[in-house]
């Protein structure tokens, strides 16, 4: 079965950072891409940042120049470093599994095989 554990988040003020990680098992974790996206209470899903399988990256608008996503194959693990955060990046944040090697930019859960279980980022002073 396919797990996605994601962790690390927390409370954090305007203009800090934080790492969310996520344990991937259950699949070929190097041969799939990867992304991270958010939902705040009453908004609508919101993709951030996709990874593929070679290390290609892709940002959101919103985050891109904040945000840098990586990932490590020889653990199974994908990050997401958050700097200069903003109230606005206030969110639950989850990882999930692409259907494809390259990245996805989508904000449709339909286009992610898989899902795993949110952390809770709070911005605020």
């Known amino acids: 079965d396919v797990q996605l554990q994601a962790s690390g988040g927390g409370l954090e003020q305007p203009g800090g950072s934080l790492k969310l990680s996520c344990t991937a098992s259950?699949?070929?974790?190097?041969?799939?891409?990867m992304s991270w996206l958010r939902q705040a209470p009453g908004k609508e899903l919101e993709w951030i940042s996709s990874?593929?399988?070679?290390?290609?990256?892709r940002y959101a608008n919103s985050v891109r120049g904040r945000f840098t996503i990586s990932r490590d194959d020889a653990t199974n693990m994908l990050f997401l470093q958050m700097n200069s955060l903003k109230p606005e990046d206030t969110a639950v944040y989850y990882c999930?599994?692409?259907?494809?090697?390259?990245?996805?930019?989508?904000?449709?859960?339909?286009?992610?095989?898989?899902w795993g279980l949110g952390t809770l980022v709070t911005v605020s002073s």
């Open positions: 999930a599994k692409g259907k494809v090697n390259g990245v996805t930019i989508s904000n449709q859960r339909s286009d992610f095989d898989n």
């Open positions: 990874i593929s399988m070679g290390g290609t990256d």
């Open positions: 259950g699949f070929t974790f190097k041969q799939y891409g």
